[in-house]
């Protein structure tokens, strides 16, 4: 199984054929409110790559509380470590337009509330269950931190999507087995300008070089990049028609560390998250973008 420590919100979006323009009021086209916040949703894409994921977060008391809890649950997400906290979900307000490019503003509201207590029951309940802890920068670092080494001290496999990227202490990389940034989160990280594959393996010997077992970089259309202290191998894309790049990293972080507690080859767990991520952009929205296990099977077939 797969343990998620991370953010949960409700994504509100707005579709509209531009992005509006600071000060700027747009008529749009369509509106949605579903499951979101980088952790729920690498939960879900876990979830639904058959995983056995468990999420560790929380949610308020109000309306959107029901959307989110289903939403998991729906995706065979694991809720026994999900904890209800008076007062308003997470929520994110997210634009996109008609090519696929989006923006967002994220409130953390009630995912303020987690603790390193309900870190340590979850740790210590699940752990015996699970491979892999996944984690993001959607929560406090204090509590990102917490979580990577109490699974490190447990023997799981730390999977680290350093998204939305802020500077990290150092002393983080040697718990760190796999470290997912896309361009802009490595070029954030490392201070190197990561435009292609070269510079991405630049950037990700920057992290293992600190001790990151390894570092596999996102590159969107251009597929990935993973650098080991030994090795470095280049993933690529899954040629798709883009239409909403959101979650897309999401769905990657998500099938990739559910297939590693599946026991998939390193490599297979790649592919298998590049298919995901390929699926995820030809579909609008978050969470209900993430493709299913059957559909990723297929996609790598074809
Ligand atoms: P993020 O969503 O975090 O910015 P990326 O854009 O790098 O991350 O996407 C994650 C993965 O999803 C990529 O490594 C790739 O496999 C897949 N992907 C993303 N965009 C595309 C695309 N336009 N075409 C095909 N695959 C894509």
Redesign the pocket.
Known sequence: GVLIVGSINADLTTFSSRLPAPGETLLGDDFTLVLGGKGANQAVAAGLAGGNAHMVGCVGTDAFSTVLTDGLRDSGVGVTHLRSVPGPSGIAHIRVDAAGENNIVVVPLANDALTEEQIDAAIADLAPHCRVLLTQLEIPWALTQHAIRRAHDAGLTVVLDP?PALALDENIWPLVDIVTP????AAILTGIPVTDAASAVEAGRWFTSRGASSALI????A??VMVTAESVEH?D????N?LD?T??????AGYLGASLADGYERTDAIRR??AA??L??TRRGASPSIPNSDDVAAMLES
């Open positions: 998204a896309n361009e802009t989160e996102t590159l969107a259309a597929g990935a993933f894309a899954l040629r798709v883009a790049t979650a897309a990293g999401d769905a990657f998250a590049i991520g390929a995820t952009v």
